[in-house]
């Protein structure tokens, strides 16, 4: 549900219209902000927190294009190692 309505508001940018340059980048970062964080929030077990994403590359940077892929990093407070 989440990956359908990002990939709708994609489209939505796309369209004729729609923002171009720079400002396309930033718009679908910022949608691509909302999605992720509605994911983690449907995730019981980040919900509570001690989890960050950072995003990296053209997506930190807010130049995205119609076909980049989303680069992120995901840190947990978890320590040690998991048996």
């Known amino acids: 549900?989440?990956?359908?309505r990002l990939r709708a508001r994609r489209e939505q940018l796309?369209?004729?219209?729609?923002?171009?340059?720079?400002?396309f980048g930033v718009t679908l970062a910022t949608a691509v902000d909302a999605a992720l964080v509605?994911?983690?929030?449907?995730?019981p077990a980040l919900a509570g927190g001690g989890v960050v994403?950072?995003?990296?590359g053209s997506y930190a940077r807010q130049e995205l294009c119609p076909?980049?892929?989303?680069?992120v990093l995901l840190l947990t407070e978890r320590r040690g190692r998991r048996g």
């Open 1 to 4: 549900m989440i990956a359908a």
């Open 67 to 71: 076909g980049s892929d989303l680069d």
């Open 53 to 56: 994403v950072v995003a990296l």
């Open 14 to 23: 796309l369209a004729p219209g729609g923002p171009g340059g720079r400002s």
């Open 38 to 43: 509605e994911a983690a929030r449907a995730v």
